[in-house]
């Protein structure tokens, strides 16, 4: 009897695309700058928004013909354009007719207005593709199954993954409406492959699970794929997730607008991929939009392919990065690498006795203290007119007082000794902080009066 393999292009290959996957940077760049082109034109012609940018801006697509055009001519946008082009004309803001929309979506976020996206089928299908590269890599394969955590609300991530599963082959589980304990009940007998949810939660129906009495790392379970937060790629969270669950942590990393761009590889070297297949990223000066070389932090820049009902070109995501496009960690993938995945946000830094403190960098470090869960919270507030912060993190379970303190004055020495500057630091018993069921509130900025980002 023949064997059926659902991707025959890949099969017993290392990567999930071949063909793309370990192309030259040189053949890259050129497959990227057609394709750029090509979508330049295509937003012109059917995108009242990114016409109206171009002709404020006096370009046409025909003046894009090289990277130093499209770097210099080309406009950024942001996520208020595609607000005040939605707020101003309403679905008639889609690139395609509403007969080739198949899916409305609109995203939550931290920018006080909503983003409405539309979806064609062929925008389904190629979000559908990313996270397959990732889950081949780490070694899931066709016929395995994804328990997926989450209701289907806002979080626009879990559709893509959802789309990502069918795609791919996976047995879907579907958890929304379950309670923290149905669902560690289900996951155990139901024996899926691989659980997802944000890190927060994976984390949290760990802890139950141990509340329970549970053995989690002897279960199915060999795989933990994780977006909506950072969490994956901060070393203390990672490893506590995949000690407790026995699993291979799968990272990624994107925007409700254009989608999981960013994936990490089977290698796990502590930073994701750009998604090449279907995104173009680089990186600029924040402040300038000077393009950065490799190897310094800058903010990610991203086109996307993938989004034809209503395009994303040079799309600022004030997220900063440090990309490397030559990257060489085993994995044979040749796109672009991010180390360390998203590092802070140009929106959101804080300046603590003339030093730029970016709330990712605090999180990383907790992980340099042993006995400190990946459990914290960032409160900010202005004192004798200068900005302080306050790390509140809990010891791990049965920490005394004094070990409590020791553990602070370390966490304390951490970060004067790699950031230089001191923080404050109350380290707090296990299980002081709150935990949410999906995207945790870290930051508490005191300043303004209302949280930050978490």
């Not at 180390?339 to 960098?361: C, E, I, Q, S």
Request: proline share 4%; with cysteine; aromatic share 10%.
């Amino acid at each position: 009897m023949l064997e059926f393999h659902p991707f025959p292009s890949c099969a017993g290959a290392r990567t999930f695309s071949p063909a793309t996957a370990t192309l030259s940077r040189d053949e890259l760049d050129a497959r990227h700058l057609r394709r750029i082109r090509r979508l330049i034109a295509y937003a012109y012609r059917h995108s009242a928004l990114h016409r109206r940018i171009y002709d404020a801006a006096g370009m046409t697509p025909r003046d894009v013909r090289t990277w130093d055009d499209f770097h210099k001519h080309v406009p950024f946008t942001d996520k208020a354009d595609y607000v005040a082009d939605q707020e101003e004309r309403g679905l008639a803001a889609e690139a395609m007719g509403p007969d080739l929309i198949s899916a409305y979506f609109h995203t939550t976020g931290t920018t006080g207005s909503f983003l409405h996206e539309h979806y064609s089928e062929y925008d389904a299908l190629q979000m559908a593709t990313i996270y397959a590269h990732a889950w081949w890599d780490c070694g899931v394969r066709p016929g395995d199954s994804i328990f997926i955590n989450h209701n289907f609300g806002f979080w626009l991530g879990l559709w893509h993954m959802y789309w990502a599963a069918r795609f791919f082959g996976l047995t879907i589980y579907s958890a929304g409406g379950m309670t923290t304990d149905q669902r560690l009940d289900a996951i155990l007998s139901r024996r899926p492959t691989m659980v997802a949810g944000t890190p927060t939660y994976l984390m949290r129906l760990a802890q139950r699970a141990a509340e329970r009495g549970l053995d989690l790392a002897s279960g199915s379970v060999r795989y933990l794929t994780a977006g909506g937060e950072p969490g994956m790629n901060v070393p203390v969270t990672r490893r506590a997730l995949e000690a407790a669950w026995g699993a291979v942590g799968i990272d990624a990393y994107g925007l409700s607008e254009v989608g999981v761009a960013h994936v990490e590889c089977g290698a796990h070297p502590g930073g994701v991929h750009v998604m090449e297949d279907v995104f173009h990223a680089y990186s600029v000066d924040h402040v300038t939009g000077a393009v950065i070389p490799d190897g310094e932090v800058g903010e990610n820049i991203v086109t996307s392919y993938s989004h034809l009902a209503q395009p994303f070109i040079k799309y600022r995501t004030h997220d900063l990065v440090r990309r490397y496009a030559r990257p060489n960690h085993a994995c044979n993938w040749t796109w672009a690498y991010l180390d360390g995945g998203v590092l802070g946000r140009t929106d959101f830094m804080v300046v603590v006795k003339g030093v730029n403190v970016y709330p990712t960098a605090i999180e990383n470090l907790i992980g340099a203290v042993a006995g400190l869960t990946g459990n914290y919270e960032l409160h900010i507030r202005a004192e004798d007119g200068t900005d302080r912060i306050r790390v509140r993190v809990e010891a791990e379970a049965g920490a005394e007082d004094g070990g409590r303190a020791a553990l602070g004055e370390r966490l304390v020495a951490v970060y004067r000794e790699r950031l230089g500057v001191a923080l404050e630091v109350e380290v707090l018993p296990y299980e002081t902080l709150e935990r949410f069921e999906l995207k945790t509130k870290r930051i508490f900025d005191h300043r303004r009066g209302t949280g930050a980002p978490g």
